[in-house]
């Protein structure tokens, strides 16, 4: 193991969410240190997947995070819930899978957001049709 890397796979000194517990308190603090934190730091691996399961009503802000693992997304990408649908597809590590997939989100009044319509469907069928080689049907 690189002797610059922790057991979790970040660099020494990176502060990592060690727990789902541990990422709910960060993000409903009243601190900004903190709760900015919940949106920053990366967590160590099998968190996510516990906050999803353990506290559903904060996916949202597991794809809001701005380190969270593609594998994490992919499971994201189909939620129920249109806001974290919309967070999903505002991550530009997404793979042209996962872009067709919300491209394809027909579930108009509850799935995307009105304003997400024009804003995110259409450029995310503009990047699957250039990867894909496909036509636009916008």
Known sequence: MDENINAFGFPWGRRVIESADEFI???????PEEYNRASSDPAAPGVWQEVIEQYPEARFW???NKTVPLDILARLVTDPDPRVRYAVATKRMLTSELLSRLAA???????????????LREPCLRNCNQIHGAKSET
């Open 25 to 31: 308190r960060l993000r409903f603090s009243d601190t």
């Open 62 to 64: 597991v794809a809001h």
């Open 105 to 119: 989100d027909t579930d108009e009044p509850s799935g995307w957001p009105s304003h997400a319509t024009s804003e």
